[in-house]
């Protein structure tokens, strides 16, 4: 049964919380992501670029770049890229435009919290007009955040019912759950057909501790409100998270074979047009 993890970084978290300034390049990371895809049977990854470009956060042509040196590789990565209104210019999204023509990324991620901006700010509708007309999903960051200067009530999940209603043709990827808000995560679920939600990101590390408990009583009443998980999307945000404590999280769910498969590649596959 394939798997396929919707949500990773080639990101320098550790350099990034340490303040260190030795250099780790891309392609190590790159390396470093795909023995750990290989060391848990993880068939494909989708790459995010971030928020911001530094010497800890690649862009999204970088990550092109590396991924695209090797045929093996690319069939192995997709990626997408992220956008943000203070970071990213018109110029910017017509590059995107050429890259979602040629395939060289499948979407486009929001940072809301990150930046201070409701996911329903005028300006992020050119961001949603796109990923309508080429067919891909917008991924947005919804909960907790891996900042203190990120602000939280622009990432709360009630905020994408807006751009649901407003926008009934396009495929959003909730992520995180909208953790800690998972209830309100799943009534959006429930009402919004073209809303999905990744469950990437509930930890730092490992789940060794009693929350993890709580996170599969919270998943499991989240399948009894919305149903079998046809939009729930497997996703670990590595490094941030462990990938193979994440899966072993996975399996403490009480999913069937059926439902278990969607959620860990089918769903994937269908809204990212793998």
């Known amino acids: 049964m394939p798997i396929i993890d919707c949500h990773v970084h080639l990101n320098k ?3 990034i919380k340490s303040q260190a300034k030795e250099s780790v390049l891309l392609e190590n990371r790159l390396d470093a992501l795909l023995q750990s895809m290989d060391s848990n049977n993880v068939d494909y990854s989708i790459v ?12 999204a042509s970088q990550i092109i770049d590396v991924v695209n040196k090797n045929e ?15 970071n990213h210019t018109d110029e910017d999204l017509k590059q995107y435009r050429t890259w979602l023509k040629d395939r060289l990324i499948i979407g486009i991620k929001l940072y809301c919290g990150y930046e201070h901006y409701y996911p329903y700010d005028e300006r992020y509708q050119k961001v949603y007009d796109t990923c309508m007309e080429f067919g891909v999903p917008v991924m ?5 955040a891996y900042s203190s200067m990120a602000k939280l009530r622009y990432a709360h999940p009630l905020n994408v019912d807006d ?5 009934p043709e396009l495929r959003i990827v909730m992520c995180h759950l909208g953790n800690p808000w998972i209830a309100d995560c799943q009534e959006i679920l429930y009402k919004n057909r ?10 730092v590390g490992d789940f060794n501790l009693p929350s993890a408990t709580r996170y599969v ?5 989240l399948l009894t409100y919305a149903g079998k998980p046809h939009r729930l999307l497997y996703g670990s945000d590595w490094p941030i998270s462990n990938m193979g404590s994440y899966l072993a999280f996975v399996r403490k769910l009480e999913l069937d074979e059926d439902s278990y498969d969607l959620m860990m590649s089918r769903n994937t596959k269908y809204i990212f047009r793998l």
């Open 13 to 15: 978290y550790d350099r």
């Open 48 to 59: 995010i670029s971030s928020y911001r470009v530094d010497a800890n956060r690649p862009s």
């Open 72 to 86: 093996n590789i690319r069939n192995r990565i997709g990626i997408v890229t992220g956008f943000t209104i203070d």
């Open 140 to 144: 947005i960051h919804t909960g907790d």
């Open 163 to 167: 751009i649901a209603v407003d926008n």
């Open 194 to 203: 073209n809303v999905y939600s990744d469950i990437s990101g509930l930890v």
């Open 217 to 221: 009583s919270q998943i499991n009443d």
